[in-house]
DNA sequence: GTCAGGGCTATTGTTGAACAATCGATACGG
DNA sequence: CCGTATCGATTGTTCAACAATAGCCCTGAC
């Protein structure tokens, strides 16, 4: 099969196909726990069994995906254990993030885009934009920290977490209300009154964990 | 090529090569910015260049090999941004996760193991093992968060700044004065007084950054 | 002598096929 | 009803081939 000449890309088919997969993982078009056959997934995304296990173990270390050996790699069921660890770890980076950054950090920037992207999809009920958007919130947030290496973290983290989400099916309830939360952490923090924002963000987690864990009992049984 | 049938492994052989890699980086038999031949490596490990593969996939997502398209996989050459960063990212991460502990929590019993074993090391003069359990001491505070997820960031993290311990040829200066902070660390804990220990903590850190940077500039040059 | 250009070579990127190893299910016998 | 042998499907791993690229050397012009 002759793809590769399509468009000149300049990132390799494999790292192509691991942010491929990791998108339709992230949009929900897997159910958690389901089994991806290698095989089936080869021949829809055109590539071989090779190239398709090299973006498999990408994502695994990722935690998108889990692998049991001789069994096959399976869309990970988070459990409600990993929801509150991951709500934990949100406040951990999160609020600590914000309680340190310096108030024009370029950062504050992607924290308002954000949150106009997610009012603008908000008025077209693209939920799952909303949710990106949301996403670029929070990930704007710890890149307050001035480390690379945490960002990319927290990415991941947070990919972990939208995993669950897809147990949910109301999409509206699970992200509108948070846009006017995170516009109110933002304004709160630019008008130099940080210990309110970080108090905010902090009750806004605590939230939205409340309303996930919940979502979690009532759909994902076991 | 046969092999696999020396020992009932559990686990993959791509899992084996990975580790036995990164064991291999960490331990310094590679020099930073040195290429990763593949077909050398193959050899050497008895595996097949798609095995390999897979497994430099896990590394560089991990941080410990650099990839380069077609041009080839190399060993992270640590620059002093990334030392400086990953500094800050221990700062964080420890001394909040001792600050919050709770006093009888398992992982202590971790931590005192770590500085047994840096005592018997240092005294065999087996600096890279005393460099070992002083890794496995910084992982068991980062466990008195019990967050699985930090944990393994943490280990890569602080498996990457080892990378640049190889840069320095004094192992003894570099690991040995530690083996007593550590313990005082410990101790000072132990006693209750959490506040004390975590300055001490933060102290050692400090120090640990100046001697790191201090030999990176004079052997590392770019 | 130096620099630009062009091809050569070694290496990586990707594929497809092959076989071994293992899991799960099914069928069989007690 | 339960244990067990067998079988099929899937994963684990290797190999060989070819495409694509980067770096090198060699040539040639100025």
């Given at each position: 099969m002759k793809k590769q000449s399509l468009e000149d890309r300049r990132e390799s088919l494999g790292e192509t196909v691991t942010a491929g997969i990791?998108?339709?993982l992230v949009e929900g078009e897997f159910?958690?726990?389901?089994?991806?056959?290698?095989i089936a997934l080869c021949e829809r995304l055109g590539v071989s069994r090779n190239t398709l296990r090299e973006a498999f173990r990408t994502l695994a270390h990722e935690g998108l995906v889990t692998h049991q050996p001789h069994r096959g790699v399976f869309v990970t069921r988070p459990d409600a254990a990993s929801i509150v660890e991951i709500y934990r770890l949100r406040r951990?980076?999160?609020c600590r993030a914000l309680s340190e950054a310096w108030p024009s950090h370029p950062a504050v920037k992607e924290m308002r885009t954000?949150?106009?992207?997610?009012?603008?999809?908000?008025?077209?009920?693209d939920w799952l934009a909303v949710g990106t958007a949301?996403?670029?919130?929070?990930?704007?947030?710890v890149a307050l920290g001035d480390?690379?290496?945490?960002?990319d973290f927290f990415r991941q983290v947070l990919a972990e977490l939208r995993l669950a989400f897809g147990l949910m099916s109301d999409k509206e309830w699970?992200?509108?209300?948070?846009v006017e939360m995170n516009q109110q952490v933002l304004e709160t923090f630019e008008k130099g009154d940080t210990k309110a924002a970080v108090a905010l963000l902090e009750q806004y987690l605590a939230q939205s964990e409340r309303i996930v864990l919940a979502a979690w009992e009532r759909q994902g049984a076991s």
């Open positions: 990791r998108r339709l159910t958690p726990g389901q089994r991806l056959s290698e951990f980076i999160e954000a949150v106009e992207d997610a009012r603008t999809y908000r008025e077209r009920q949301n996403m670029a919130f929070h990930g704007a947030i480390s690379a290496r945490l960002d699970l992200h509108a209300p948070y």
